[in-house]
Structures are given as C-alpha cells and as structure tokens.
C-alpha cells in the first residue's frame, strides 16, 4: 500500500542528498563564500571535517534579520521566481544547503553586513531555526560558518566517513584547489 512519507522522513532523505560527506559542505559553503563576494576565503577542519568545518570568508555578510532565516530550507536571497533562473549568475540558490548541514550537524554562523558595525551569531537547531538570541560578536565584515559533529545523529553514515582519513583530506583538498583555479 502506498503511503505518504511524514514531513521527517522527507526533512532526512532530502538533507542527505545535498550533504553526503564533509567534500559536500566545503564545497556548498564555499560557493556560498563566493557568491556573497568573498575575495578571501579561510577553511579549518578537524577529524577531516567530521569534528569540525569552519569557514570565514571576507564576503558582503548577513544582517542579524538575515541570519534568522539563512538555514531554514528554501530560504534564499538569490532568486525570487522561477523566471529569475534564466538570468542568475551564481552557484547555489535553493537554500537548501544550510538547512540539510543543519539536520545532520551542529551549525553557528556568525556575519557582520557592509552595513553594521556589529556582528551577530546565532546557533541553529536540526531545523534551522536559531536557538535563542542573537550573540553579539567582533569581526570584520564577511560570515563564519561553523559545522561541528558531522553526522552525529546518522550513525551509519558517520561511521562510513570515519574509515578512510586520507580519502577525505585528499577530496577536500581537491575541492579547495579547484575553486582556486577559478
């Protein structure tokens, strides 16, 4: 019998598909990075980016209303119609990045617009909503992301991550070179 799936399952199935290793969310925020201007870009990882993916870029930044809704799914500020596809210069616009790193990790990201002197960070919860108030925080303009415990409530996927070390590193890194090309 055929059966409609509930809104979790979907939230699950859909955010593995767009999050399938830690290659996946370097490369998703790097283009972030990009298409918000970044003419720097800095990456930390560690345990190959299962413990810990960090990346600060020197981009446009996010205001504090903008980083209420920047994980939560389908929200972006890329598109606004269909139509807008036929003229978007760009690497992402589904806004569906943050919200997928956001159900299977731990996710902060802290901006600072060209517009503020102030820079705010929010913690988000599994569904991209912010958990509490905003922290205020110093930095210059641009936006850190922070992305820890990758995978942490997918045990089967984590542990399939955690075999090959050397796999990853070499993934990422590849990643990395190939947007320094550009």
Same mark, same amino acid.
């Given at each position: 019998?055929?059966?409609?799936?509930?809104?979790?399952?979907?939230k699950?199935l %859909?955010?593995?598909q767009?999050?399938i290793?830690p290659?996946?969310v370097?490369k998703?925020?790097?283009?972030?990075?990009l298409? +918000?201007?970044?003419?720097q870009?800095?990456i930390?990882?560690e345990?190959?980016?299962l413990?810990?993916?960090?990346?600060?870029?020197?981009?446009l930044?996010?205001s504090k209303?903008?980083?209420?809704?920047? %994980?939560?799914?389908y %929200?972006t500020?890329?598109?606004?119609t269909?139509?807008?596809? +036929?003229?978007?210069?760009?690497y992402g616009?589904?806004?569906?990045?943050?919200?997928?790193?956001?159900?299977?990790?731990?996710?902060?990201? #802290? #901006?600072? #617009?060209?517009?503020? $002197?102030?820079?705010?960070?929010? @913690?988000?919860d @599994?569904?991209?909503?912010?958990?509490?108030?905003?922290e205020?925080?110093? =930095? =210059?303009?641009?936006?850190?992301?922070t992305? $820890?415990d990758?995978?942490?409530?997918v045990?089967v996927?984590?542990?399939c991550q955690?075999?090959?070390?050397?796999?990853?590193?070499? =993934?990422?890194?590849?990643?990395?070179?190939?947007y %320094?090309i550009?």
């Open positions: 019998m055929l059966k409609k799936l509930d809104a979790e399952t979907i699950w %859909c955010s593995e767009v999050i290793d290659c996946s370097v998703e925020l790097i283009e972030n990075a298409d +918000s201007g970044a003419t870009i800095s930390k990882l345990g190959s980016g413990r810990l993916i960090e990346v600060k870029d020197n981009g930044g996010m209303e903008e980083l209420t809704a920047a %994980c939560i799914r %929200c500020s890329k598109i606004k269909y139509e807008d596809l +036929s003229s978007y210069v760009g616009f589904r806004g569906e990045a943050l919200a997928a790193m956001c159900a299977m990790s731990h996710v902060s990201i #802290s #901006s600072r #617009s060209q517009d503020s $002197q102030t820079a705010y960070k929010y @913690n988000y @599994n569904d991209g909503v912010p958990i509490g108030d905003a205020v925080t110093h =930095q =210059q303009q641009g936006t850190i992301v992305v $820890q990758l995978f942490y409530n045990p996927r984590r542990q955690k075999t090959n070390h050397t796999k990853l590193n070499k =993934q990422i890194y590849d990643i990395v070179m190939s %320094c550009i």
